[in-house]
Nanobody, 125 residues
Framework: VGLVESGGGSVSAGGSLALSCTAS????????MGWFRQAPGKEREGVAI???????TYAESVKGRFTIAQDQVKNTLYLQAGMLKPEDTAMYYC????????????????????WGKGTLVTISS
């Protein structure tokens, strides 16, 4: 399984970024996928997840600003990040749950089976 993130970059506070995660050897939409982030000196945390029914969950810190979506035709996971703040600065990772899938889809990094290498997001004030 391969997960490759793209779309990171440096923007000013208030700006937007569109992150993508292209999967290979894995079918987007079959199980559970999500976006996680890790800032320097901090633990990895969940940002947003989406399950096979496209039900989404967001961290409180990004609700109303970020949107997660999945495209089964393009086999790609997206994260639209808006109204960005300096505290959003982090390495953003795409992750996925593999089979057997018991239906659990939450923002626990330990629940994810596959990870991308990350894309860096830097927000300046």
């Amino acid at each position: 399984v391969g997960l490759v993130e793209s779309g990171g970059g440096s923007v000013s506070a208030g700006g937007s970024l569109a992150l993508s995660c292209t999967a290979s050897g894995y079918t987007v939409g079959d199980y559970c996928m999500g976006w996680f982030r890790q800032a320097p000196g901090k633990e990895r945390e969940g940002v947003a997840i989406i399950d096979s029914a496209s039900i989404t969950t967001y961290a409180e810190s990004v609700k109303g600003r970020f949107t997660i979506a999945q495209d089964q035709v393009k086999n790609t996971l997206y994260l639209q990040a808006g109204m960005l703040k300096p505290e959003d600065t982090a390495m953003y990772y795409c992750a996925a749950v593999g089979p057997p899938y018991g239906g659990r889809c939450d923002m626990d990094p330990n629940a994810m089976d596959y990870w991308g290498k990350g894309t860096l997001v830097t927000i300046s004030s």
